[in-house]
């Protein structure tokens, strides 16, 4: 890139703007969902470009239990792999393939129940926008 163009691509103009506290933050809030300055954001929504979409909010669903369920997880690989080596060394396996198998549709429905809750709070019509 010549020096000329990378010239015209530096930033030393400025705009400025009014809101009022609500418009503020709203606009604030979406940048933090967003993931992206209030500086980038404006320049996205000014030049008409795409922002991208927000990450889904977590709802009912919490951090915590999304914790629990990796740890849950963690413990299941390593039976699993404890089990996959005792039968390759030809010894009893510390879990049954069939407990196992009963475990993996367990995780299924669990899977399957937290993804119906993501689609009903999708579809329920609730501002949960909040200011920090």
Request: hydrophobic fraction near 35%; include cysteine; proline fraction near 8%.
């Amino acid at each position: 890139m010549s020096k000329a163009s990378s010239q015209s691509l530096v930033r030393t103009k400025m705009l400025q703007a009014r809101f009022s506290p609500i418009e503020y933050e709203m606009i604030r809030s979406k940048a933090l969902d967003a993931n992206m300055s209030l500086g980038e954001l404006t320049r996205r929504c000014m030049l008409l470009r795409p922002i991208p979409t927000p990450p889904p909010r977590l709802g009912r669903v919490t951090v915590e239990t999304y914790r629990e369920l990796s740890r849950i997880g963690n413990n299941i690989n390593q039976l699993a792999k404890a089990t996959n080596t005792a039968i390759k060394m030809q010894l009893p396996p510390p879990a049954s393939p069939e407990l196992l198998q009963e475990l993996l549709e367990l995780l299924r429905h669990c899977q399957q129940e937290i993804a119906n809750t993501f689609i009903e709070e999708e579809n329920e019509e609730t501002d949960d926008w909040q200011p920090d």
